[in-house]
Structures are given as C-alpha cells and as structure tokens.
Nanobody, 125 residues
C-alpha cells in the first residue's frame, strides 16, 4: 500500500489543522494506521493510531483531548484532526501502516512497513 499525507501548514497557537493520509493500491482494511511526528533533532514519536481491526484508537499523552484520529467509510483515508495546537506540536507528521503489527507495538515506529512522505506542521506562538 502507498500512503500520501497532506494537510500540513502554518498556524498560530490555538489553531487547528486536519491532516489526511490517503491509501493507494488498496484500502486500509486489515492495516494498523498511525500518525507519527518528527521535530528537528528529535526522534520520531507516536501521535495517534488505529488498530488493525479499526476498532480501537490509541493516542500519545500529548495528543489526548486535542487530537482525534478518524477514517472514512471506504477505509481509504485516515485523518488527524488537531485542535488547540501548540508550538511544541511543530514537526513533520508522517502516516504509517502495517498489516502484521501486534497491539503492543503500535507505538513503535520501526514496526511499520509502509510510510507516507510526511507533511510539515508549523505552529507559531
């Protein structure tokens, strides 16, 4: 599956953005799909994700209450709605997918086989 991330941009603190991760080649059915982010000089970190069944969602503590992961009914696009953005949310956001990842590894970037190209989110104070 190929992933295409979009929706990044520049916003002021307190603003909102919605990121999209579109699948091509097939749908996300049967794939765990997650958003990660990577700020300059920092490690890639988990933000939010769907389980392989799509029945469960997972969030980093930094995202809880502010970010919401969702997907369309066709299971071809996964969204990340980001509200109340903070300057520390500034990063390249990447979506990732994998069909064989186990639950305990959803937050582990190295376990994902497929990655999109990333979209830059810049939050100014």
């Amino acid at each position: 599956v190929q992933l295409q991330a979009s929706g990044g941009g520049s916003v002021q603190a307190g603003g909102s953005l919605r990121l999209s991760c579109a699948a091509s080649g097939r749908t996300f059915r049967g794939y765990a799909v997650s958003w990660f982010r990577q700020a300059p000089g920092k490690e890639r970190e988990f933000v939010a994700g769907f389980s392989r069944t799509g029945g469960f969602t997972y969030y980093a503590d930094s995202a809880k209450g502010r970010f919401t992961i969702s997907r369309d009914s066709a299971q071809s696009t996964v969204y990340l709605q980001m509200n109340s953005l903070k300057p520390e949310d500034t990063a390249v956001y990447l979506c990732a997918a994998d069909s064989s990842i186990i639950t305990s590894q959803y937050r582990n970037a190295v376990q994902y086989h497929y990655w999109g190209q990333g979209t830059l989110v810049t939050v100014s104070s």
